[in-house]
């Protein structure tokens, strides 16, 4: 090969090396400015998850303690009732042992007339 033939080709090669490094230049700005351009998406998405996540919690917890609440009120009406039932049945046994006792005092007199 010549002389003429080789320099050639030696620029030819530069400038080949010389194009494809401003490409690469080029593509690594443009992924950079990509890649930026995700991570500001990226963190505008999960600011705005975090305050609907915030939001639904309160919501969830505002409703979580009216629930509670109304299961309070009626736990104690229901205990309420119980306690009056308690106290209904506490007087008719002592009715019924007043009554029983009754009874045994007859018995017994009954039992002492008998011959």
């Not at 080789?6 to 090669?13: G, S, V």
């Not at 009626?74 to 106290?87: D, I, K, M, P, T």
């Not at 209904?88 to 045994?104: F, G, P, S, W």
Request: a negative charge; charged letters at 35%; hydrophobic letters at 30%.
């Amino acid at each position: 090969m010549d002389q003429e033939l080789k320099t050639y080709l030696d620029d030819m090669r530069h400038q080949i090396v010389s194009e494809i490094c401003v490409h690469v230049e080029q593509l690594n700005h443009e992924t950079r400015a990509h890649a930026e351009q995700l991570n500001r998406e990226t963190r505008a998405h999960a600011e705005q998850l975090n305050y609907e996540t915030r939001e639904h919690a309160e919501e969830l917890n505002h409703t979580t303690r009216i629930l509670l609440e109304d299961l309070r009120d009626q736990v104690q009406v229901v205990a309420e009732g119980v306690s009056a039932l308690n106290e209904k049945v506490d007087r008719i046994a002592a009715e019924q042992d007043k009554k029983l006792m009754q009874y045994d005092k007859r018995i017994t007199r009954l039992e002492r007339r008998r011959p």
